[in-house]
C-alpha cells in the first residue's frame, strides 16, 4: 500500500508558474514511477509527466514538454512538478498516481496506476 498527498495548488496567473509535491508513505517509494495527471470537469484524467523509480528516466506529453519538468527526491519519498508558462486551458484537479517499477504497461494510461492521491487544485486565470 502507497500513500499519496498532493500539495502545492492554487491561483496563478497565465504565464506564471507553480510547483505541485506529491508526497508518498507506505512502501519502499523507489520501487514504484511517478505519474502526474490532471482532470478538468467533464474531461477524462490526461497524463502530463512521469519518471521511474530511481528518477533516471522521465517522460512528458507533447502538451506540457518544455514547460513542465518532473523530479523526484527519493530521500523525501517526494515528487515534485514544476510547471512554467501556465495557461487558462490548464485549470484542473492535479493528481500523482503510482505504480510498480515491474508494471510495464502503458504508463501514460491513467487506468494502469495502482495508487491515487485526492489531488490538489491548480486554477490559472487569465
Known amino acids: 500500500q502507497v500513500q499519496l498527498v498532493e500539495s502545492g495548488g492554487g491561483l496563478v496567473q497565465a504565464g506564471g508558474s507553480l510547483r505541485l509535491s506529491c508526497a508518498a508513505s507506505g512502501r519502499t517509494f523507489s520501487n514504484y514511477v511517478i505519474g502526474w495527471f490532471r482532470q478538468a470537469p467533464g474531461k477524462e484524467r490526461e497524463f502530463l509527466a512521469r519518471?521511474?523509480?530511481?528518477?533516471?528516466?522521465?517522460y512528458y506529453a507533447d502538451s506540457v514538454k518544455g514547460r513542465f519538468t518532473i523530479s523526484r527526491d527519493n530521500a523525501k519519498s517526494t515528487v515534485y512538478l514544476q510547471m512554467n508558462s501556465l495557461k487558462p486551458e490548464e485549470t484542473a484537479v492535479y493528481y500523482c498516481g503510482a505504480v510498480p517499477n515491474t508494471v510495464f504497461r502503458d504508463r501514460t494510461n491513467p487506468r494502469t496506476y495502482s495508487y491515487w492521491g485526492l489531488g490538489t487544485q491548480v486554477t490559472v486565470s487569465s
Open positions: 519518471v521511474t523509480g530511481s528518477g533516471g528516466v522521465t
